[in-house]
T-cell receptor, first 113, second 120 residues
Framework: SQKIEQNSEALNIQEGKTATLTCNYTNYSPAYLQWYRQDPGRGPVFLLLIRENEKEKRKERLKVTFDTTLKQSLFHITASQPADSATYLCALAASGGSYIPTFGRGTSLIVHP | NAGVMQNPRHLVRRRGQEARLRCSPMKGHSHVYWYRQLPEEGLKFMVYLQKENIIDESGMPKERFSAEFPKEGPSILRIQQVVRGDSAAYFC??????????????????FGPGTRLLVL
């Protein structure tokens, strides 16, 4: 069956360090992958999209990589700040069908000052 | 430019009652998606609608749940005869066009703040 896995344990890092979050998937032929941010009590907010034929995408302090051989995406936040503390969701859309993404459970990031 | 609006933000119902959740998409968006989020779980897709059409309802429970997106007015997610297991956060998202293989504007979903349903 199709699975999207994100580390359920919270990631704790010091301010200024690079945070790296992982998204692994199985039994998908991906069309694209997205990363969203969700704060407590709020809806997810879109951050980045990377297509299956792209290796890397950047946006300001954010970087996403996509390795379809390893079936993995890495999400990096450089020079992390306490304001980056949130839950980060990975979402994967399979080729064909309606292209509606399936979301992972998310990983909580806590940046300590 | 108002974002996606959902109301009510919090809804309390007793078992057996009906719950109606409303979603107004962003201005100019005609594609609406409903998701359910349980504590410690991911967002689960329920249904995808365009104006007056259900496009994909593969995530909707077969009974008690229905959704509509009329020509005028908000999209409605209706849960009849609620049970305690329906307690969750329900999120609505919208997009300007339909999603495709990551080549256009349809893939980014703009989420509302959610409706927290509590069934007593």
């Amino acid at each position: 069956s199709q699975k999207i896995e994100q580390n359920s344990e919270a990631l704790n890092i010091q301010e200024g360090k690079t945070a790296t979050l992982t998204c692994n998937y199985t039994n998908y032929s991906p069309a694209y992958l997205q990363w969203y941010r969700q704060d407590p009590g709020r809806g997810p907010v879109f951050l980045l999209l990377i297509r299956e034929n792209e290796k890397e995408k950047r946006k300001e302090r954010l970087k996403v990589t996509f390795d379809t051989t390893l079936k993995q995406s890495l999400f990096h936040i450089t020079a992390s700040q306490p304001a980056d503390s949130a839950t980060y969701l990975c979402a994967l859309a399979a080729s064909g069908g309606s292209y509606i993404p399936t979301f992972g459970r998310g990983t909580s990031l806590i940046v300590h000052p | 430019n108002a974002g996606v609006m959902q109301n009510p933000r919090h809804l309390v119902r007793r078992r057996g009652q009906e719950a109606r959740l409303r979603c107004s998409p962003m201005k100019g968006h005609s594609h609406v998606y409903w998701y359910r989020q349980l504590p410690e779980e991911g967002l689960k897709f329920m249904v995808y609608l365009q104006k007056e059409n259900i496009i994909d309802e593969s995530g909707m429970p077969k009974e008690r749940f229905s959704a509509e997106f009329p020509k005028e007015g908000p999209s409605i997610l209706r849960i009849q005869q609620v049970v305690r297991g329906d307690s969750a956060a329900y999120f609505c998202a919208s997009s300007p066009i339909q999603p495709s293989q990551g080549t256009g504007r349809g893939e980014t979903q703009y989420f509302g703040p959610g409706t927290r349903l509590l069934v007593l």
